[in-house]
T-cell receptor
Framework: TQLLEQSPQFLSIQEGENLTVYCNSS?????LQWYRQEPGEGPVLLVT?????EVKKLKRLTFQFGDARKDSSLHITAAQPGDTGLYLC???????????FGQGTILTVHP | DAGVIQSPRHEVTEMGQEVTLRCKPI?????LFWYRQTMMRGLELLIY????????DSGMPEDRFSAKMPNASFSTLKIQPSEPRDSAVYFC???????????FGPGTRLTVT
């Protein structure tokens, strides 16, 4: 059974602070996705990383895939209240696109 | 382009009743996934299809749950009979390739009383 351990589970910070969310596994993934989910909605895909060591930036969000493709991180610079939500990492292995999801990180950014 | 469409958005039913959740995937996507999300268990994969064929239903909790995909543009998840512990948000997601990117619908919030 493949597991993705996500940490921290909860994060409560002030506007303007930086934060990092981690996603770790003992399994190798062919790709890893990060999703953001707001209350009452479905998860929305933020980014896909495929290559070991890959770094992708999306405005204030920086995503990194570990060299061994077993772990990933999401770093947010100067967090804003609009960043509040549930962040999920998910790893893919099979050719059909089945994903293994982490438990999620609930981020609250206070104004 | 329209995203994944799910109906109904909310369903309240009494224990023992049959519940049918519906999903229309994004046109051209060849994989479809059904998930259940609760606070306690997070996001759980129930079943997924590739080219309308069920590939893995090991996540379906009991025989009370069944899913079909009669064509590339429609899938259903049925619970019969429903129980209070089935209360959750059910998501449908579709994927265009085997690369893992999935696009989720808005979900159906099911409450079984």
């Amino acid at each position: 059974t493949q597991l993705l351990e996500q940490s921290p589970q909860f994060l409560s910070i002030q506007e303007g602070e930086n934060l990092t969310v981690y996603c770790n596994s003992s399994s190798v993934f062919s790709s890893l996705q990060w999703y953001r989910q707001e209350p009452g909605e479905g998860p929305v895909l933020l980014v896909t990383v495929v290559t070991g060591g890959e770094v992708k930036k999306l405005k204030r969000l920086t995503f990194q895939f570990g060299d061994a493709r077993k772990d990933s991180s999401l770093h947010i610079t100067a967090a804003q209240p609009g960043d509040t939500g549930l962040y999920l990492c998910a790893g893919a292995t099979t050719g059909y696109g089945k994903l293994t999801f982490g438990q999620g990180t609930i981020l609250t950014v206070h104004p | 382009d329209a995203g994944v469409i799910q109906s109904p958005r909310h369903e309240v039913t009494e224990m023992g009743q049959e519940v049918t959740l519906r999903c229309k995937p994004i046109s051209g996507h060849n994989s479809l996934f059904w998930y259940r999300q609760t606070m306690m268990r997070g996001l759980e994969l129930l079943i997924y299809f590739n080219n309308n064929v069920p590939i893995d239903d090991s996540g379906m909790p009991e025989d009370r749950f069944s899913a079909k995909m009669p064509n590339a543009s429609f899938s259903t998840l049925k619970i019969q009979p429903s129980e209070p512990r089935d209360s959750a948000v059910y998501f449908c997601a579709s994927s265009p390739t085997g690369a893992g990117e999935q696009y989720f619908g808005p979900g159906t919030r099911l409450t079984v009383t």
